[in-house]
């Protein structure tokens, strides 16, 4: 069975800055599972798996704007410290959910504190970033009716109930 929209796949995967550094890895642990075709994985990644067989290695690199987005500079904003309400030792690298001027949420990461004013990146952490990946895929299978009405997988690497 090969990757396709609506299959169950699993992946084992370690993923590298273009200076080498490991940002997020599977190894030691389990696959990571998700539906294909679900928008679970960013498009760039999702795109190179799709008719791929289970046992499959493969070598990617991402560019950012099939990964986490470019670098968006309007993301970035002061607010007054008040803004964080009680939340004392406030310090940058502290990561806060916001909500925006058409009511969504975005994660938001302090990046700077002057006097009463604070720096806040709306960026993804990753955005601007090239994203290397190596992946071995682990196993691919239909999704359940109640995987896909769920939109995640469950049992093993998935989700309990």
Do not use: C, W
């Amino acid at each position: 069975m090969v990757v396709a929209a609506d299959k169950v796949v699993l992946i084992h995967y370690t993923l590298t800055n273009d200076e080498g550094k490991v940002l997020d890895s599977s190894s030691g642990g389990d696959p990571l599972a998700y539906i294909h075709g679900h928008g679970n994985l960013i498009p760039g990644l999702e795109r190179e798996l799709e008719g791929k067989a289970s046992g499959a290695k493969l070598s990617v690199k991402i560019a950012p704007t099939d990964g986490y987005g470019e670098r968006d500079a309007e993301l970035i904003q002061r607010v007054p410290k008040r803004s964080f309400g009680k939340v004392s030792n406030l310090k940058p690298g502290m990561q806060f959910q916001a909500q925006t001027s058409d009511g969504h949420a975005r994660m938001v990461t302090v990046t700077g504190i002057q006097g009463d004013m604070v720096t806040v990146d709306g960026n993804h952490p990753l955005a601007g970033e090239h994203l290397n990946f190596e992946v071995e895929i682990t196993e691919v299978r239909e999704a359940t009716q109640e995987e896909l009405e769920h939109g995640h997988v469950h049992g093993a690497g998935g989700h309990h109930h």
